[in-house]
């Protein structure tokens, strides 16, 4: 019986394992179906049928469509007519899609011109150049006339012989920024000739980032040849200028193909505008191959349904600091309540920003517009990216295609280094995405100088499509696989949009409207005015040379202006803190965004509105802005001006610009010399109650405003020393402390290097010229004065016969030498101006005793008596010392040291004052008594009793040892006493 229980335990044992085994392999078998119905159902990914249809005729037919427009500068008809081509091939496709329309303030050129005089009558086409900052350089409607001087390159050996001053300057392309050398000798304006080719650094060397006023022209080759031939016959020419400011309307376009997946979005980002620095002909062909790309892929996704729901946006206003990729964020994004509730889930902003200069590509997320990152914003990428697109995407295509697409795509989703070996800073159409918390990329080509880009010539022959066809197979494999992948997925919290996000891991976004406005303070209501239809000017970079980074915005009628997508915090540049009560961000100048705004004449084109930065201006109202709130409210202040502009505004004891820029980066300098520029009312020698200026170091320019009609002085300080580099007074021999500048409206003058070296030479030569009159000389240092005035000298002289590359050289050599010898002369003017002013402290008390000494008066007699007695001390020491005679303002010195020892007797009598209260307080209420032991009234008797012995024992005929004897022991006495 044991046994046939033990044989039905091993048999229900044996069973169980039996059933165990048949249900692990029933649910094997469940799960191997469910995989291979998971398999049928999710399409492969096929990388090969893309990179079929990544036509590289059918992409060259776009780049040439789209190049062919003319200008397709956002505002001018060719962007919108490339706008038009786009809509009209998603329809040929059958692609929906939706147009969104923003605002946006661009420069227009209205048909300028070039009128040729004499010896005949001729109208010219002609084309203006971009703004100089926010001066278009638009001319009066008579134009500019001068007569017309061919200068060739323009450097300072080919002006020589020629007469520049007044003439209007015809000058090939290719001259770099030579075209200052024409302003610097009073040219009147400057006509560019088309050149063969030309490159982006050229291009971006005509134009400077101060609000110059110096009216600049292009024209094709056939004109060109025919004003040179003019020039020779000394044809006097008019140009016209007729380039405004002015609000238009440009389109978004964004196509969408529905996928599976309806509420997950990945989206691809282009521009389709471009940038030239003549605005009128732009056919920025290179820069078309983004937005061909992009129609590519919608030809392909139209045929093949993705697993997400697939955006191809396509923007303008790139170069308008990225306005369309603003406005896409405020309005598909920001205006979507699916998008923001999270019903629709947009996961990934692909941009692509292709080149052909060369084949490779870096991921990266960040540009110089917002400069936007950070460890804990990398976090995101590290985790959802990386993995994905190196070691998945690139990898599975690479494989599929036969094509090593992991070596042309670089990693620039690191905090340093992102910009790779990018040259020159740039800005990407995704950084607003990143800014406003949500996971943009870039596809960049790298190792790029975008040779044509910004230039008239940027045509179709320089596009090299072979490079573009392995950069388009790269980015259209990591897009379909962010579309396609059904793994990907993202933590929607890591990218939802925000307009203000903080996370205690220091992760700080956010993409902020702010409403502004333009006020000047008006003196008869005492308060401030709107100022309508001015140019406001919102920057994180007030002095960058990149000009692309200004967000300027057109005011209304009642002097407000909008903009969207200002980045928060320390996002761009501000300091966060984190504590008990929450985020706190430190505002203070130089951090966030600055607001400053102009107002231009629409007759003579000049400024006759500038940013106010004295009394009622910046110092009343803080132009710099760290926006920590949405809505955010901008304020800034102008007056009414009149303008001069300065170059030359070097470090002299390097001859160069103060600031020296790393051409790499946006405002990292190889060299900084701290620069600090000074403005006085020469009329009060005090600073302006309102005055500004806009001055970049990194070109030596300037502009400077101040109240129309009146007269300034400059001085520029280098370095931690403050050391002074530029003195303009407009000096004279007879007023060697110079009249100051006079500006007036309607007229804008320039000083250069010339003025400098007369200022700074006239000011030392009559200096020690009269150090000289009164006795004072260094031998030395006089033998150097004199080198100095030669060198002006024959920069005067080389001036008057033409010879401008002379004139500079010997002006910059007496100006730096004259920097040089300014501080010992001004040594030698300051050490009798010490000892003036010592010997006057010194004789206040001494006239006093001088006065017990000898007459011993009382009353008025007694003041009077002083009085005469410091006349005729002073008259001697004026005879017998320079320090009175060479210091201008001495009486002035002296007043303030009468004045601080009257305070000072007051003090002490109101101390005393208060002591003997005291010992009143403590007698008659407190009732304690203390020995009094008047100390100034000692010493005051003490030395009364000293003048009387001494003229007593002078009387006595005692001898030396008996005097000290009887001071000695009255010191004694008095020491005893105070004890």
Not at 29 to 42: D, E, F, G, K, S
Not at 294 to 322: C, D, I, M
Not at 389 to 417: M, P, R, T
Not at 430 to 449: D, F, K, N, Q, Y
Request: proline residues 4%.
């Amino acid at each position: 019986m044991i046994m046939n229980i033990q044989i039905n335990m091993f048999s229900d044992k044996y069973i169980g394992c039996q059933l165990m085994k048949a249900r692990i392999a029933l649910v094997l078998l469940i799960l191997l179906l469910a995989l291979q119905a998971y398999v049928r159902a999710t399409p492969p990914m096929d990388y090969e049928g893309l990179a079929n249809s990544i036509d590289v005729n059918k992409l060259k037919e776009y780049v040439e469509k789209l190049s062919s427009f003319g200008s397709r500068v956002t505002g001018y008809s060719g962007c919108n007519d490339a706008a038009n081509f786009i809509v009209s091939r998603l329809k040929e496709i059958n692609v929906s899609y939706r147009i969104i329309e923003y605002e946006v303030t661009v420069p227009l050129d209205r048909s300028s011109y070039i009128e040729v005089i004499e010896p005949i009558s001729l109208r010219l086409n002609a084309y203006a150049l971009w703004p100089n900052y926010v001066q278009t350089c638009k001319t009066p409607p008579t134009g500019v006339e001068g007569r017309l001087v061919y200068v060739g390159d323009g450097d300072l050996e080919d002006l020589d012989d020629k007469d520049i001053y007044g003439s209007i300057a015809l000058i090939e392309f290719n001259s770099g920024k030579n075209w200052i050398n024409l302003l610097r000798f009073g040219a009147r304006g400057v006509i560019f000739i088309e050149p063969d080719e030309t490159s982006y650094p050229e291009a971006i060397a005509k134009i400077s980032s101060a609000p110059v006023y110096f009216p600049r022209l292009y024209v094709d080759r056939e004109t060109g040849a025919l004003l040179k031939q003019l020039a020779e016959n000394n044809s006097i020419v008019r140009i016209h200028v007729n380039m405004e400011y002015e609000v238009v309307r440009s389109s978004i376009i964004i196509a969408e193909i529905e996928g599976e997946r309806k509420d997950e979005i990945v989206a691809v980002i282009a521009h389709y505008d471009t940038w030239s620095v003549v605005p009128a002909i732009a056919p920025g062909a290179d820069e078309a191959t983004s937005p061909s790309l992009l129609l590519l892929l919608a030809e392909y996704f139209s045929k093949n349904r993705p697993l997400r729901t697939l955006w191809l946006v396509f923007v303008s206003g790139h170069w308008q600091a990225l306005a369309g990729a603003r406005e896409f964020m405020e309005k598909a994004v920001f205006g979507s309540e699916d998008i923001i509730s999270g019903e629709r889930k947009l996961l990934v902003v692909v941009g692509l920003d292709l080149s052909s200069d060369n084949n490779r590509l870096l991921l990266t997320y960040r540009g110089y517009f917002y400069d936007y990152g950070s460890v804990q914003v990398l976090s995101k990428y590290q985790k959802y990216v990386i993995p994905n697109v190196f070691d998945k995407y690139l990898k599975d295509s690479s494989a599929q295609l036969g094509v090593d697409l992991e070596s042309i795509v670089e990693n620039g989703l690191v905090v340093e280094g992102w910009w790779d070996d990018i040259s020159g800073p740039f800005m990407l159409d995704i950084e607003p995405v990143t800014m406003a918390h949500g996971m943009g990329l870039a596809l960049r080509t790298c190792g790029s100088l975008r040779h044509r880009w910004g230039t008239p010539k940027s045509d179709i022959k320089y596009v090299n499509l072979e490079n573009i066809r392995i950069q388009a197979l790269a980015s259209s494999a990591i897009i379909y696989g962010f579309v396609n992948d059904p793994e990907f997925s993202v933590d929607w919290s890591m990218i939802k949009p925000s307009r203000i996000f903080y996370s205690p891991a220091g992760e700080l976004a956010g993409f902020i409207t702010a409403y502004g406005k333009v006020l000047e303070f008006n003196y008869t209501k005492n308060w401030y005015d709107r100022v309508p239809f001015a140019l406001a000017v919102v920057t994180r970079s007030p002095s960058s040379t990149y000009p692309f980074m200004h967000i300027i915005v057109k005011c209304n009628e009642t002097g407000g202006f909008v903009v969207h997508g200002l980045g928060v915090g320390s996002a761009i540049g501000g300091t966060v803190l984190w504590g008990a009560g929450g985020v706190q961000i430190i505002q203070k100048e130089g951090v966030g965004y600055y607001t400053e705004a102009y107002l231009l004449d629409e007759d003579t084109g000049l400024i006759v509105k500038a940013p106010d930065l004295g009394q009622y201006g910046s110092k009343s109202i803080l132009f710099w802005s760290l926006v920590d709130s949405h809505p955010y409210q901008l304020t800034t202040v102008v007056f009414p001006c009149a303008s001069a502009t300065i170059i030359d505004l070097y470090d002299i004891s390097r001859i160069s610009e103060p600031v020296l820029l790393d051409s790499r980066f946006l405002n990292t300098p190889w060299v900084n010399i701290v620069p600090t520029i000074m403005i006085y009312d020469v009329s009060t020698l005090s600073e302006f109650i309102r005055y500004g200026f806009v001055y970049v170091p990194s070109e030596g320019i300037a502009t400077i405003f101040t109240p129309p009609d009146s007269r300034f002085a400059l001085i520029l300080k280098v370095g931690p020393e403050k050391r002074t580099s530029v003195v303009l007074v407009n000096s004279s021999q007879l007023h060697p402390d110079g009249y100051g500048y006079k500006v007036q409206r309607g007229a804008e003058i320039i000083l250069s290097a010339i003025n400098a070296s007369n200022d700074i030479v006239t000011i030392i030569s009559t200096r020690y010229s009269n150090l000289k009159k009164n006795m004072i000389e260094n031998i030395a240092l006089e033998e150097n004065i004199r080198a100095m005035e030669e060198y002006h000298s024959l920069c005067l002289a080389s001036l008057k016969k033409r010879k401008y590359s002379k004139a500079y050289a010997y002006a910059l050599a007496s100006w730096s030498l004259g920097m040089v010898y300014y501080s010992e002369v001004m040594r030698l003017v300051n050490e009798p101006a010490i000892i003036s002013v010592f010997f006057f402290f010194l004789l206040i008390p001494s006239v006093f005793f001088i006065e017990r000494i000898t007459l011993q008066f009382e009353g008025l007699k007694r003041l009077f008596t002083i009085l005469i007695i410091a006349s005729l001390i002073l008259m001697i020491f004026y005879f017998l010392h320079p320090g009175l005679r060479l210091v201008a303002n001495i009486p002035i010195a002296y007043l303030g040291l009468s004045t601080l020892l009257f305070f000072g007797i007051v003090g002490v009598v109101l101390a005393k004052s208060t002591i003997e209260m005291g010992s009143m307080i403590r007698r008659k209420i407190l009732k304690h008594h203390v020995v009094e032991r008047e100390r100034t009234s000692i010493i005051i008797h003490s030395v009364h009793v000293a003048i009387f012995l001494n003229s007593y024992l002078d009387e006595m005929n005692e001898t030396d040892f008996e005097r000290e004897y009887y001071l000695n022991a009255f010191t004694n006495m008095v020491d005893f006493i105070k004890r």
